[in-house]
Every structure is written in structure tokens, then in C-alpha cells.
């Protein structure tokens, strides 16, 4: 009988994470919004003449609804309008305010382009890659995700960041809030793998917490109150996210470049898709 089967378990079971970095706590009150008034001032983010451009963008979708719920409306009345009737014409309301809603904030947004202005973040695709000097975080908050999926995105990041030659900025933290015991148990050893193969500059980290108290939110926050005093930025992936280490570099560089901004969101796509409907959704988001 061979023993490799039973030598690759032996050695996956004696696998052991290192021990996570020192803890640098950072305060993080909960702040409560039933007491107390919130100051509002105006940010050096927003834009210029902000009340008309929403009046111009939500004034139209509310033309827009009005005209089409009107249209309907004549429609129906002819013989009177029966609750099913009403039922219909609430809902197509409700529905067709939030289809054009998007429609009109795409236009905008599609007048903006067409007028070339300058990028408030200063983020472009092609260019030399800015240097980063200030450690960032990288969270990849789980919940009884797949360990081998999960260890294969981080890998490729880990490298495609090692390849810009701006590793030593980052670092990977798995968060996890997983419950199951064999999932906890595969995540480890999948991590314990990874930072193997990765040999002895890996930047992975795993924490599990003994609870998931306040789901995803709470994880962030529990990896902020106990280590965010050494990583002043970080940024959130999930843990089937996949990205390009000059992106994130770039990402990187501009929260760096513009510390009174307080969030930068991305705009997903799909990889890998094959159906014609997540190619159509392929191409929207590359849109």
C-alpha cells in the first residue's frame, strides 16, 4: 500500500499558522444618532452647485414617472380601475421610479464624462504606478466560505502585488466569522498551506473570532479596534473578490494622496462568466 496519501495528511496536520501581528489598538466608539446633533459641514468632495445637479437628476426621474404613470393610468381607466388595476399601477410606479432613476443618473454621469474633467482622485489606469508609503490593510472579512477558492484569489493578489514591488506595504488579513468546525479547520490549514507556498515573505494573516457578534460589521470592527493603530488604511475584499496588484496600488496611493476622503467603492464585475446573461452583465459593468 503506497503512503503518499497518508504522509501528505500527516504533514497538512501538523501545518501551523504563526501567530498574528502585535495587537495596536485603535479607538473605535459606537456612536449613537438618537442623541446629540450631526454636523454637516461641506467637504472639499463636494461638488460644486450639489442642490441643482440634484434637483436636475431627481427632477427628471419624477417627470419621467409622472409621465409614464399617467400614460398608464389613461390606459386603465376606461371601464374603471379595480384593486388588481391599482395593484398593478402601484408597483409599476415603485418599479419604473427606480428604473429611471438609474437611467437619468447615467446620463449624468455620461454628460460628465463627455466634458473631460479632471479626476477628483487623480487615479488613472495608465501611467507609471505611484509609490505607496503608508501600510495598508487589506480585510477579507468569511463566513463559511470555500478555503481553497479563498487561498487561490489571495495567492494570486499576494503575487500580482509582489510583481509591482510594493509588497511590503501590504498585508492580507482573513477575518474570519465562520461557525462550522470543519470550515474552521479547512481555513486554517488552507492559509497555513498558502503562506508555505509563499514561503517566508508571505503578509497573510488569519484571525477567527469565537464569535460573530454583529456579523461583517462587527468583524471590521473588531480587526480596527485591535489593529488598526499600525494600518491607517485599509481596504475590504470579499472572499471571492479578485484584484490586479497595480490596482490596488493605485487604490492605495490615492487614499494616501487624499486623507479627507473617507470611502472609495469600487464598481464590481464578473470573471469568468459564460452564460450569455453574465456577459451581458460583464459588458454593463465594463461600461
Known amino acids: 500500500m503506497s503512503a503518499g496519501p497518508q504522509a501528505a495528511e500527516a504533514a497538512t496536520a501538523h501545518r501551523v499558522l504563526p501567530p498574528l501581528p502585535p495587537e495596536s489598538p485603535l479607538a473605535m466608539p459606537v456612536q449613537s444618532l438618537d442623541r446629540g446633533i450631526l454636523a454637516d459641514p461641506p467637504r472639499p468632495t463636494t461638488p460644486p452647485n450639489m442642490p441643482w445637479r440634484r434637483f436636475a437628476v431627481i427632477g427628471a426621474a419624477v417627470l419621467l414617472t409622472a409621465v409614464a404613470t399617467y400614460q398608464l393610468w389613461w390606459l386603465l381607466r376606461g371601464d374603471g380601475i379595480d384593486p388588481l388595476e391599482g395593484t398593478l399601477l402601484v408597483l409599476f410606479v415603485a418599479l419604473f421610479a427606480w428604473i429611471v432613476q438609474a437611467f437619468v443618473g447615467a446620463i449624468a454621469g455620461f454628460v460628465l464624462l463627455l466634458q473631460r474633467r479632471p479626476l477628483r482622485l487623480g487615479m488613472q489606469v495608465q501611467g507609471p504606478l505611484p509609490v505607496v508609503a503608508t501600510p495598508t490593510a487589506l480585510l477579507v472579512p468569511v463566513y463559511n466560505e470555500d478555503p481553497m477558492r479563498l487561498a487561490a484569489g489571495l495567492q494570486a493578489m ?130
Open 158 to 287: 499576494h503575487e500580482s502585488l509582489a510583481a509591482t514591488g510594493q509588497l511590503g506595504r501590504f498585508d492580507f488579513f482573513v477575518l474570519s466569522d465562520s461557525r462550522r468546525p470543519a470550515v474552521q479547520a479547512a481555513e486554517a490549514d488552507a492559509l497555513a498551506a498558502l503562506r508555505e507556498r509563499l514561503g517566508p515573505g508571505a503578509r497573510v494573516h488569519y484571525r477567527l473570532r469565537k464569535d460573530n457578534h454583529e456579523r461583517k460589521a462587527g468583524n471590521i470592527a473588531d480587526w480596527v479596534r485591535r489593529w488598526g493603530g499600525a494600518w491607517p488604511q485599509f481596504l475590504i475584499l470579499d472572499a471571492d473578490s479578485l484584484m490586479d496588484g497595480a490596482t490596488l496600488v493605485r487604490l492605495a496611493a490615492a487614499m494616501e494622496r487624499h486623507p479627507d476622503v473617507a470611502l472609495i467603492q469600487t464598481l464590481p464585475v464578473i470573471v469568468n462568466g459564460s452564460t450569455l446573461f453574465a456577459r451581458i452583465q460583464l459588458i454593463a459593468g465594463r461600461l
